[in-house]
């Protein structure tokens, strides 16, 4: 078996296991989830947004991600992040110096649920600047409901697993990203690699914004360049012809970056 079909049959084994499970959902969320997470799924429930939670999607480093399905059969993603990690410690700084979180309080709960709130906000802020995130639909503390980028229960491979058949065309609508970012939305991603964009449909979308920043912030030019950077060692390794990092910069910004920016350092 190639690792592609392995991870398929582990995708299945999964499903399987977690629809014998719906019989009793409530169930499944018990023995998923602490309390304080299970007792939000149950509030989305009764509200009429999830109807069922089904199997994790994914389990990254600060957050779980897993499938649902709607009151109209629509498909979710709930993102549900950990209130137990030590990578938050390092985001701070993505938070200070964002004027629309000036009031948050510290303290780790606390914290966390402004970061939940932070990926749900920069989801909306980019969808209305016609950028292609998954449509936000709610957030609750640590819970984040969007929309399922992906099809009968496959989610959307990344573009790294994908073998892109033209990376210079992918490559192009990213680099269109990064223009209607910087001047619709006015934000910088931050975070942005081929780790981070989904391909469905033949398209780039693009995800995990929760570090996104405003324009104002004092670390976007160094977020922006290092964005740069990435996408260009990325599709560069794809054999693709990259604007280099220095003239991309100064294409979107209209300003040449400073050795400072460009060291990538704070
Ligand atoms: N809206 C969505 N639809 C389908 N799949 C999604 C969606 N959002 C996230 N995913 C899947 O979940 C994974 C993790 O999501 P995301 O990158 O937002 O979380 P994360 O906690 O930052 O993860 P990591 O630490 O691995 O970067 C993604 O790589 C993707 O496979
Ligand atoms: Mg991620």
């Known amino acids: 078996m190639s690792d592609k079909e392995i991870d398929r049959f582990d995708v299945k084994v999964d499903q399987e296991r977690i629809r014998e499970k719906d019989r009793d959902t409530l169930k499944v969320i018990e023995s998923v989830f602490d309390f304080q997470t299970s007792m939000l799924i149950v509030k989305l429930m009764n509200k009429g947004i999830i ?11 600060e957050a779980n991600v897993y499938h649902g399905v709607g009151y109209k059969g629509e498909e979710l993603a709930i993102k549900i992040y950990r209130t137990t990690t030590a990578e938050f410690k390092r985001n701070w ?7 629309r979180f000036k009031g948050y309080k510290k303290g780790t709960y606390s914290f966390i649920y402004t970061w939940a709130r932070k990926e749900y906000k920069n989801l909306k802020r980019m969808n209305s600047a016609k950028i292609r995130v998954p449509v936000p639909i709610i957030v609750e503390k ?54 981070n964009i989904l391909f469905y449909q033949k398209k780039p979308i693009f995800i995990d914004v929760s570090q996104a920043v405003l324009l104002g912030h004092p670390y976007a030019p160094v977020f922006l360049y290092r964005d740069i950077a990435n996408i260009n060692r990325y599709f560069g390794s794809l054999r693709v012809d990259v604007i280099p990092n220095k003239e991309l910069y100064e294409q979107i910004t209209g300003t040449v970056p400073s050795p400072k920016i ?3 350092e704070f």
């Not at 109807?51 to 994914?58: E, R, V």
């Not at 700084?93 to 004027?99: C, F, K, R, T």
């Open 51 to 61: 109807k069922d939670i089904g199997f994790c999607i994914s389990t990254g480093k």
């Open 93 to 99: 700084m993505y938070v200070e110096g964002d004027p």
């Open 142 to 195: 640590n819970v984040l409901v969007m929309e399922f980028i992906g099809k009968k229960e496959r989610a959307a491979p990344l573009i790294r697993e994908v073998n892109l058949r033209k990376p210079h065309k992918i490559y192009a609508q990213v680099i269109d990203f990064f223009f209607k970012l910087h001047e619709d939305a006015t934000m910088v991603h931050a975070d942005l690699s081929e780790y």
């Open 262 to 264: 460009m060291s990538m």
